[in-house]
Nanobody, 122 residues
Framework: QEQLVQSGGGLAQAGGSLRLSCVASGRTYGSYMGWFRQAPGKEREFVASISWSGGNTVIADSVKGRFTISRSNAKDTVYLQIDSLKPEDTAVYYC????????????????WGQGTQVTVSS
């Protein structure tokens, strides 16, 4: 069992940067972590994921070059750095955890954070 608590996000201007954080508690050793987002009226979309060691990351093509995922296992925290923000990045962002999977499939993640709103103004 894991609990995920997110922080960060908010309102930002296009071209700016934001960093989202997700702190995990409970059984975290060996977990894979992912970030997803969901815009109003749209399905939840994969953004990025990372292995326990941090050595393997998967980044969605739609955000590659602007989004960076990283983690600190000492702090039980995964981060999503968002640079060169665009209005289309506006969405609720979710972190998620899986003990077995590092990738894009929403259904492979077991635990989810509460979500945090990111709004980008043009």
């Amino acid at each position: 069992q894991e609990q995920l608590v997110q922080s960060g996000g908010g309102l930002a201007q296009a071209g700016g940067s934001l960093r989202l954080s997700c702190v995990a508690s409970g059984r975290t050793y060996g977990s894979y972590m992912g970030w997803f987002r969901q815009a109003p009226g749209k399905e939840r979309e994969f953004v990025a994921s990372i292995s326990w060691s941090g050595g393997n990351t998967v980044i969605a093509d739609s955000v590659k070059g602007r989004f960076t995922i990283s983690r600190s296992n000492a702090k039980d925290t995964v981060y999503l750095q968002i640079d060169s923000l665009k209005p289309e990045d506006t969405a609720v962002y979710y972190c998620a955890s899986s003990m077995t999977y590092n990738g894009q499939a929403v259904e492979m993640y077991t635990w989810w954070g509460q979500g945090t709103q990111v709004t980008v103004s043009s």
